[in-house]
T-cell receptor, first 111, second 115 residues
Framework: QKEVEQDPGPLSVPEGAIVSLNCTYS??????FMWYRQYSRKGPELLMY????GNKEDGRFTAQVDKSSKYISLFIRDSQPSDSATYLC???????????FGTGTRLKVLA | DTGVSQNPRHKITKRGQNVTFRCDPI?????LYWYRQTLGQGPEFLTY????????KSRLLSDRFSAERPKGSFSTLEIQRTEQGDSAMYLC?????????????FGQGTRLTVV
């Protein structure tokens, strides 16, 4: 079993829909949680970063962390075709600086 | 451009050859990371540096792989005697600060193809 589980998709939604992307993890020592967006053949781009349970909002993006359930989510409101990309969750175990990534969820927003 | 810079962007090499990649981190970032990403997978941690010190290496980093950051600025990743299984995107990232609460910024990667 991987430390971080993420549904690979693809997930197809119509333009304007609310998108929900999720990751679960098994290691309770994870304490920092990130979401990255990666376009094809490009490097990952940081979207959201949080270290506590609860919600964090930035424009159309909301990151949610539930440490008790070992579950994190990214919500995208009013999705646009330009949001079509792979979304990667990442987390950091305590005592180390390395990131453990999920496999990524491929999202397609249809115009 | 003040982002993480990686060179070359693409590299095609024959099996058995040595290759070297370079990463220039964001200025004044003291931490530098190398990751490897294969198709359909998330990036996998290889190693990271705090300034010039290599503080952690993954077991994925076999003895054919070596990374350096000689002056605490740019870094190189060398793969000796390349194998077809080494074909992947090699990503470099950097971060700043003294604590764990600093996010890493990635470069565009070097895509390696071993033929």
């Amino acid at each position: 079993q991987k430390e971080v589980e993420q549904d690979p998709g693809p997930l197809s939604v119509p333009e304007g829909a609310i998108v929900s992307l999720n990751c679960t993890y098994s290691n309770s020592a994870f304490q920092y949680f990130m979401w990255y967006r990666q376009y094809s053949r490009k490097g990952p781009e940081l979207l959201m970063y949080t270290y506590s349970s609860g919600n964090k909002e930035d424009g159309r993006f909301t990151a949610q962390v539930d440490k008790s359930s070992k579950y994190i989510s990214l919500f995208i409101r009013d999705s646009q075709p330009s949001d079509s990309a792979t979304y990667l969750c990442a987390m950091t175990p305590s005592g180390t600086y390395k990131y453990i990534f999920g496999t990524g969820t491929r999202l397609k927003v249809l115009a | 451009d003040t982002g993480v810079s990686q060179n070359p962007r693409h590299k095609i090499t024959k099996r058995g050859q040595n290759v070297t990649f370079r990463c220039d981190p964001i200025s004044e970032h003291n931490r530098l990371y190398w990751y490897r990403q294969t198709l359909g997978q998330g990036p996998e941690f290889l190693t990271y540096f705090q300034n010039e010190a290599q503080l952690e290496k993954s077991r994925l980093l076999s003895d054919r792989f070596s990374a350096e950051r000689p002056k605490g600025s740019f870094s190189t990743l060398e793969i000796q005697r390349t194998e077809q299984g080494d074909s992947a995107m090699y990503l470099c990232a950097s971060s700043s600060g003294g604590g764990l609460d600093t996010e890493a910024f990635f470069g565009q990667g070097t895509r390696l193809t071993v033929v």
